[in-house]
Every structure is written in C-alpha cells, then in structure tokens.
Nanobody, 124 residues
C-alpha cells in the first residue's frame, strides 16, 4: 500500500520561506515522478512543480519559477518543495503526488497516489 505524507506547512509572512516535505511508504520515490500541486479556496487544483524519476528532470509552473525548488532525498524516500519569496497568492493546500512523467508531469491524471495535503498560509 502506497502512502504519501506531507508536512511543513504553516503560516508565514509575505516574503518568507517554507519547506514542504513529502515522505513515501510502499513505493521507492526516486523511481517515479513526484509532483506538487496546490488548491486555493474556490479555485481548481493547479500544478506547481515536478521532478522525474531517475535523472531528476524538473518542471515548474510559471507562477513559481525562480522562487520554488523541488528536490528529493533518495536515502529518506522524501521529496521537498522549498518555497521562497512567498506571497498571499501562494496560500493554498499543497499536495504531493507520485506518478509518471510520460503521462504529463503537469497533469493531475499523471499521478496515481496523492497525499492528504498541508496548508500553507501567507499573510500580507
């Protein structure tokens, strides 16, 4: 049984930073694509970033390029999302997911397993 557990969310002021973690059990993270998505109140879930299995190619939404960095630690079977220069527009529930790059890393349909989400709130 595959489980993904996110952590690291919280309340931060504009311009601050947070690092989200996503730890997997039942699956070797580095063999699959890991994606981060977010959903703000009243909005649809949107792609944030992804890192492919194997070579570790990365992809980012335009809205977070240059501010967010996705990475992973194979020894801990954990993926991370470092978020810098946060703004209130980044406020959302953040979800990690595990799936396949070839199915479209920016598409929810590419992912088979999802975490429960962690809340990120950025105050102005």
């Amino acid at each position: 049984q595959v489980q993904l557990v996110e952590s690291g969310g919280g309340l931060v002021q504009t311009g601050g930073s947070l690092r989200l973690s996503c730890t997997a059990s039942g699956r070797t993270f580095s063999l699959y694509t890991t994606g981060w998505f977010r959903q703000a109140p009243g909005k649809e879930r949107e792609f944030v970033a992804a890192i492919s299995g194997g070579a570790g190619r990365t992809s980012y939404a335009d809205s977070v390029k240059g501010r967010f960095t996705i990475s992973r630690d194979k020894s801990k079977n954990t993926a991370y999302l470092q978020m810098n220069s946060l703004t209130p527009e980044d406020t959302a529930v953040y979800y990690c997911a595990s799936g396949s790059w070839s199915r479209g890393a920016g598409e929810s349909s590419a992912y088979d397993y999802w975490g429960q989400g962690t809340q990120v709130t950025v105050s102005s």
